[in-house]
């Protein structure tokens, strides 16, 4: 089997209940399906007909949320589908996984037949000696199985950034928390950099939310975000009872900035920034959502989310060890610049490919040698 392209997670492995019916993700899952989703693999859900209607739409909105694929393998237009995820996927078949929890599937056999490996997860392997079958003991082992693989069959790869220094910059609770050392960055009579207020919550329906609110002098407007790439922004405290984002939630102030952007593409050693148009302050915001019904600004990507600022610093200071990064800052009414957001490998779409080009391989390669000498 070549290196691994493709990925498919029976609903076995990632559902449970919480006791009362009501599905769930099992421990594990999420922090799976928020790795895969940066991880440049196909993946999608699948799930049987006898699935329980509340947890087939449970399953499709949560491979909603990861934008991955969803198919019924029971359907009349079953093969159908599948083909056409193939199609979609546009990879070879051989290179894919099939990862169920299930001892005896009536599904892996099409699944061999495709040249696929089935993943067996927390299932006892028992006298099964069948290069087509790979048994794991826990979810959270796939990933490493997933590289494993991979590094075997290309013994010459080199892991440029470590997941371990990735990490952080996929989780917003890990990059607050790591835009925390912009204090120590500051000067006496320069203008201060500096991290959004936040907050994060488990429950948008907590008792003392107002107070946690005011203790993290967070006022509204407020952004919620996600662990994931969608969110909403609030202009009251009624309107969390209206938004549908995903648990656990940071809660970020909105910060006004004159409707600029200043976006700064780390690559390696070499800095790039543009100027781009962003939202507007709040009060013009807020005009807008009165007029819509006073509705909260759903958004789809956070990516797009304002940042600025025109000093440079060094993102090292920022112990972010890896290759490719944007940073967003903006500039605030007082003259404070504060840093909303981090991104790893970014599109540097504002930078024009004579330049982003030949600065990606620069870094590329200078990481190669420093790994190789090390």
Known sequence: MGAVRGVLLDESVLLSDDGSGNPRLKPGAEVLLRRLRYSNLRVG??????????????????????????????????????????????????????????????????????????????????????????????????????????????????????????????DRYNIQQLLLGLQELNMKDHCRLRAPHFLKIDNFHEPNLRDQLSEANLSFPIIVKPQIACGALVFKFEDFKEICVPLPAILQEYVDHGSLIFKFYVLGNNVFHAVKKSMPNASFLKSSSEQAGSKPIIFDSLKSLPVATDDQFSVGRLQADIQSLDVDLIQEDTGDHVIVDLNYLPSFKEVPDTDA?????????????????N
């Open 45 to 170: 859900f699948c799930h049987h007909e006898d699935l329980s209607a509340v947890k087939a739409i449970f399953l499709q909105n949560t491979a909603r949320i990861y934008s991955f694929s969803c198919v019924s393998l029971d359907a009349p237009d079953a093969k159908y589908s599948f083909n056409q995820l193939l199609l979609d996927w546009g990879i070879a078949r051989d290179n894919c996984f099939y990862v169920t929890s299930k001892r005896h599937d009536a599904f892996t056999h099409e699944i061999q037949n495709q040249g696929w490996l089935t993943v067996c997860v927390g299932v006892d392997s028992g006298s099964v000696m069948n290069k087509e079958f790979l048994f794991i003991n826990k979810l959270e082992e796939l990933l490493i199985t997933v590289c494993s693989l991979s590094k075997k069959d290309h013994p010459e790869c080199c892991m440029i950034d470590p997941l371990n220094n990735i990490y952080p910059l996929l």
């Open 357 to 373: 080009i030949p600065a990606f391989w620069t870094a590329i390669k200078s990481a190669h040698e420093a790994r190789k000498t």
